[in-house]
């Protein structure tokens, strides 16, 4: 899973792939971003009791050209907390 603030959004409401939080999980897990790969991401949320329950979506990821960046296609619909994921332990 790559860390993702999921409020770091292009004009297409896609991922932005440049916060440092997530080229450094891209660097530890040695992903090379390139058109059209899948990858699962993650940003920090709390549960009601304010124990972590990280957010976790699959995306896309593609170039905008627009603004020289990476980012990713999001179904913003398939948002999901870690504990509501049936393999969560």
């Known amino acids: 899973m790559i860390y993702h603030d999921f409020q770091r959004l292009d004009n ?3 991922l932005i792939l440049n916060l440092q939080g997530t080229l450094d999980d891209l660097r530890a897990q040695h992903v090379t971003l390139e058109q059209g790969l899948k990858l699962t991401f993650w940003s920090d949320d709390t ?3 304010g124990n972590p ?9 593609s170039r905008n050209t ?21 393999d969560s332990p």
Not at 53 to 61: A, F, K, M, N, S
Not at 71 to 77: G, L, P, Q, S
Request: proline residues 6%; charged residues 40%.
């Open 12 to 14: 297409n409401r896609r």
């Open 47 to 49: 549960d009601p009791r």
């Open 53 to 61: 329950d990280p957010l976790i979506v699959e995306g896309i990821v």
């Open 66 to 86: 627009a603004i020289n960046e990476w980012v990713a296609e999001i179904d913003w619909d398939k948002i999901r907390h870690k504990s509501e994921l049936h």
